[in-house]
């Protein structure tokens, strides 16, 4: 069964940091590329970041170069999202998902799999 379940949100100040993890089964782990994704209230869902299977390529939004850093530990079938210098638009449900195949992907209908998501507030 593929299951994405996503933990690390919470409250945080403004310029503070919070480290997102995207724990999946080995089936949806297994040569997946993975994404992260958010979605503000009364906004669409739009791309955060993305890794490929080994790792070594990775793409994110222009709204979060430089702040977030993705990454992942295939040993432990999870994927991460380090979000530094956060600010009060990056107040989203943050959402990981997995792709059926390896590469780099943004857009929201390459990705089959989908976490429950989890809330992430930044207060000014």
């Known amino acids: 069964q593929v299951r994405l379940v996503e933990s690390g949100g919470g409250l945080v100040q403004a310029g503070g940091s919070l480290r997102l993890s995207c724990a999946g089964s080995r089936r949806t782990f297994s040569s997946n590329t993975m994404g992260w994704f958010r979605q503000a209230p009364g906004k669409e869902r739009e791309f955060v970041a993305t890794?490929?299977?080994?790792?070594?390529?990775?793409y994110y939004a222009d709204s979060v170069k430089g702040r977030f850093t993705i990454s992942r530990d295939n040993a432990k079938n999870t994927v991460y999202l380090q979000m530094n210098s956060l600010r009060p638009e990056d107040t989203a449900v943050y959402y990981c998902a997995a792709a059926p195949l390896d590469g780099i992907y943004y857009r929201i209908s390459e990705y089959h799999y989908w976490g429950q998501g989890t809330q992430v507030t930044v207060s000014s």
């Open positions: 890794i490929n299977w080994t790792g070594l390529s990775t």
